[in-house]
Structure formats: C-alpha cells, structure tokens
C-alpha cells in the first residue's frame, strides 16, 4: 500500500507530480511569465497557474509564437518559460533554431513528454522522437517524473542564465 500524506487540500502521493508543486518550483526561479498555448493534457497546471499570484499567463496560438515572445520578455528584462508539449516542440522547430539557438537565449523549455515509457519501449512517435530531437538541437534536458524531481527546474533555469543557452525540463507523468 502507497502511503500518502495530507499537503493543504490535496493528499499527495509520494511517486504523483502535482502542478501545484511546478508552480511553486517557478516561482522560487522567479519566473514572470509562462508562455503557452493551453491543451487538454495541462489543465492542472492551468488552474494552479491562476490560482496563485506573480506569473502572468501569456497564451499563444502556435508554439512556434511562444519563442518569438519570450525573446521580447527577455529582452524587456523579464524572466519567462516556455510551456509546451513534445508535438508543440516539433512544430516550433524552426523559431528554436533561429530564436533560441541562433540568439542563444537563456530560456527555460518545460516540454510535455507525450508518450512517454519509462520501462518499456515506447510507442507513441512524440515519445520516441524527442530526446533524439533535442540532442540534434543541442539542447540540454532533465527528465521529471515525480515531485521530488522538481528542483531540476531552479537547477535548468540557473544552467540557462549562467551560460546563456535553451534548456529543456521534460515533464513525463501527467499531473495529479
């Protein structure tokens, strides 16, 4: 039997990702701005993003717009992330390449690991695709699975200021 403790209003279970705890993780970053184009998989995240106060939610309609806005937020000295999912990721291929790659963009990536399998092989091409894609772009990435997990995030977002490069969190569970 999992045994699980009582956190606030939620009971949490100790190997469970909770989007609640990814906000918290942001903020101690001090994130300003998420940037995003919403989809069904992140309504968790959705809700603890407008619950709670300090990151303004910047919707786009493609992700590919996403790298374009966080290169103006970085810019106009905010600090912002990128939440997408791995077929989002595909399809901003070439904004990575000539915005974050090309700028060299200290930017945080949180890309949903879709189809993700942790001890068997996977099946859904997004899953199988996306490491490989990312280390042809050459970027760096950390694998979350749970909430203990988490500080991978402040760890990414200080690898990307320090050395003024994109660096990918992938986030392979759904949130509870």
Known sequence: MVSKRAVGKAVLQPASL??????????????THVVWLP????????????????LTL?????????????????????????????TGFFESGDSIRGICLGLKLPLLLI????GFQKDVPMTDSAGICLEPVLSAFGIPYHII???????????????????SR???VLIAKEYD
Request: glycine share 10%; net charge negative.
């Open 145 to 163: 699975e749970k909430d203990s997990h988490l500080p991978l995030i402040s760890h990414a977002f200080r690898e990307s200021q320090e050395t």
């Open 166 to 168: 994109t660096i990918a």
């Open 58 to 86: 910047v919707p786009v309609c493609r992700e590919g717009e996403a790298m374009a806005v966080c290169a103006g937020l970085i810019m106009g000295g905010k600090k912002p992330v990128t939440l997408i999912q791995n």
């Open 18 to 31: 909770h989007a609640e705890s990814v906000v918290e993780e942001l903020r101690k970053c001090g994130i």
């Open 39 to 54: 989809d069904s998989e992140t309504n968790f995240m959705y809700k603890a993003l407008q619950e709670g106060p300090g």
């Open 111 to 114: 890309i949903g690991y879709r």
